[in-house]
């Protein structure tokens, strides 16, 4: 086990594509840190050149005490799972999940006894004499994470491992992971471009854009404080809600005006931007934050919106709205019966709003 540490890592492929600019990340033993952002934004990048699939443009990777930038990827002590599974068709799983201790020249004995231990962990006893083609995408990505643990290395790397399963299949090997991890404990660094795999997986979560860093927090602290518009559009379903309108002050009350509502900003709000009273800004909220105006929520404040379309989810809905000036808003809200009138009272919590520089 180690910590691996980026200092100012950087990555420009040939014909001077930009990849990666700049990252600096202390990731902690035994974590499990996720790397998420929508395709295109480096995450691979930044994985490969940890586990010295990629070159090292610029800046420093360590791993334990030891820089690995000019180190060959099987002398890094890390193992890689990858989203294809990367098994070999003509072994068994016992001889897939043996290779890489084979190469390494360890003991007949030590090869099976640690084998037999990640098949018993896993669950794969029963499959150790198939080949890759008589498993389901499960077993094979179980066999993959098997040839993993076998290695005991200081460090996995996963690239989107989960993304070949299909929906049921992905919820359940993540909690199998999670148990895993929990079990292992062995420093985790894990791709994904799905914002509820990184919320539900990580210790941190690292939102990267464009080849850069937004936020490193955890999935909470991201959640409830995103930096940046980005951060907090990328994370939640549905999307968290965005209106462009102006500060203004009205009877000495900081209140956001546009997009066809107006919302006093609480205290907390008020005192952080009261610099920038009359200037445009952008308001956020979340759907979750936008409630019924009969469940009578503090600090909240009434509006009237126009319902679209109404999406029933089983205890909660989700309400397609629109403001009188055309914007839309997406609310959660608890299921009840609407009694199809196209106008409905709701509530903003207005504690949970957040204000952003609309020229970020
Ligand atoms: P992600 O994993 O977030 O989808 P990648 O790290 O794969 O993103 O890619 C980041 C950027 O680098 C993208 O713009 C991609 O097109 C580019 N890129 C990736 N691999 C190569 C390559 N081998 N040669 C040139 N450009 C590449």
């Known amino acids: 086990m180690a910590e691996v540490k980026l200092e100012s890592v950087g990555k420009v492929y040939p014909g001077n594509i930009r990849a990666v600019k700049d990252v600096n990340l202390e990731i902690a033993n035994g974590e499990f ?23 090292i443009s610029e800046g420093t990777i360590s791993i334990g005490s030891r820089v690995v930038n000019d180190l060959a990827p099987k002398d890094r002590d ?59 995408g499960g077993q094979r990505q179980r066999v993959a994470v098997g ?8 460090a996995f790397l996963f690239d989107e491992p989960l993304s070949n399963l299909d929906a049921k299949l992905r ?35 690292v939102v990267m854009s464009n080849g850069l860093v937004q936020q490193v927090d955890s999935p909470l602290a991201i959640y409830e404080r995103p930096l940046n518009r980005f951060v907090a559009g990328f994370l939640g379903t549905p999307p968290m809600n965005f209106f462009l309108g102006r500060l203004i002050s009205e009877q000495g009350q900081l209140c956001f005006d546009g997009a066809g509502l107006k919302v006093p900003l609480p205290e907390r709000q008020s005192k952080r931007v009261e610099r920038h009273a009359g200037t445009e800004v952008v308001l956020g909220v979340r759907p979750e934050n936008v ?11 009434t509006l009237e919106l126009g319902v679209d379309v109404v999406e029933p989810l089983g205890n909660m809905m989700d309400l397609y709205l629109s403001t009188s000036t055309g914007d839309r808003l997406v609310a959660r809200v608890k299921a009840a019966e609407l009694d199809g009138s196209k106008r409905l009272a709701l509530q903003l919590e207005t504690p949970k709003i957040h204000l952003f520089d609309p020229d970020e």
Do not use: W
């Open 171 to 205: 919820v359940e090997t993540r909690a199998e992971l999670k148990r895993l991890h929990k079990r292992l404990q062995t420093t985790t660094i894990y791709v994904t471009h799905d914002q509820e795999e990184a919320m539900t997986l990580g210790d941190r979560i």
């Open 147 to 154: 040839r993993a643990i076998v290695r005991e290395p200081a």
């Open 78 to 136: 890390i193992a890689m799972v990858f989203q294809n599974y990367a098994l070999y068709p003509h072994m068994t799983v016992y001889e897939n999940m043996a290779f890489g201790l084979k190469l390494r020249r360890f003991k007949k004995p030590e090869i099976e006894q640690r084998v037999r231990k990640a098949a018993q962990l896993l669950n794969i006893e029963p499959l150790l004499d198939r080949k890759p083609k008589a498993l389901s």
């Open 291 to 301: 409630y019924h105006a009969t469940e009578s929520v503090p600090g909240a404040q």
């Open 33 to 55: 840190l996720v790397l998420v952002g929508p395709s295109g934004c480096g995450k691979s990048t930044t994985l490969r050149m940890i586990a010295g699939l990629e070159d």
